[in-house]
């Protein structure tokens, strides 16, 4: 079965750190480009950082320096690392692989000022 399960999702304070995993099935995943994608309440859905199957990444303006994508291709799972966590962090946190368009279930990060 092909699918994502994110994980590790809650709430913090401002300033906090989280850490997401994404563990991935059904799919070569060394072989796969991944991504964390977000979408707060009454927004659309936004990039927040990529990784290549090489280990390049990528990061949207608003998280770089603040949190950081990895992945362990052992475990088939990609991670996300946020620090220095602000309200407007607040949102559903989704998993993708672009190749086979294939989105997780999400997972609800909440930030409280």
């Known amino acids: 079965q092909v699918q994502l399960v994110e994980s590790g999702g809650g709430l913090v304070q401002t300033g906090g750190s989280l850490r997401l995993s994404c563990e991935a099935s059904?799919?070569?995943?060394?072989?796969?480009?991944m991504g964390w994608y977000r979408q707060a309440p009454g927004k659309q859905r936004e990039l927040v950082a990529t990784i290549t199957r090489i280990g390049i990444k990528n990061y949207a303006d608003s998280v770089k320096g603040r949190f950081t994508i990895s992945r362990d291709n052992a475990k088939n799972t990609v991670y996300l690392q946020m620090d220095s966590l602000k309200p407007e962090d607040t949102a559903v946190y989704y998993c993708?692989?672009?190749?086979?368009?294939?989105w997780g279930q999400g997972t609800q990060v909440t930030v409280s000022s």
């Open positions: 059904g799919i070569i995943f060394s072989v796969n480009n």
């Open positions: 993708y692989v672009p190749s086979s368009q294939l």
